[in-house]
């Protein structure tokens, strides 16, 4: 079985991000300008980067978890 406290701790960081994301795309359709535009797509690619990493994670820590 997963570490039941790692798995919280990834689960909320999962959660901070996704909410992260939101806001900024939410932020973005009321910007207007190319450098806004240009900030927001590198802190919406951020972001995703690290939603994809924490994800991997999560999927790694459970699958190791199943081949105990």
Request: charged letters at 35%; aromatic letters at 2%.
């Given at each position: 079985?997963?570490?039941?406290?790692?798995?919280?701790?990834?689960?909320?960081?999962i959660a901070?991000?996704?909410?992260?994301?939101?806001?900024?795309?939410?932020?973005?359709?009321?910007?207007?300008?190319?450098?806004?535009?240009?900030?927001?797509?590198?802190?919406?690619?951020?972001?995703?980067a690290q939603?994809?990493?924490?994800?991997?994670?999560?999927?790694?820590?459970?699958?190791?978890?199943k081949k105990?």
């Amino acid at each position: 079985m997963a570490d039941p406290e790692a798995l919280a701790e990834i689960e909320q960081r999962i959660a901070i991000i996704r909410d992260n994301l939101r806001e900024l795309v939410e932020q973005a359709a009321g910007y207007s300008g190319a450098a806004d535009d240009e900030l927001n797509s590198d802190r919406i690619a951020n972001q995703q980067a690290q939603l994809d990493a924490l994800l991997k994670e999560r999927d790694d820590l459970l699958k190791q978890s199943k081949k105990k």
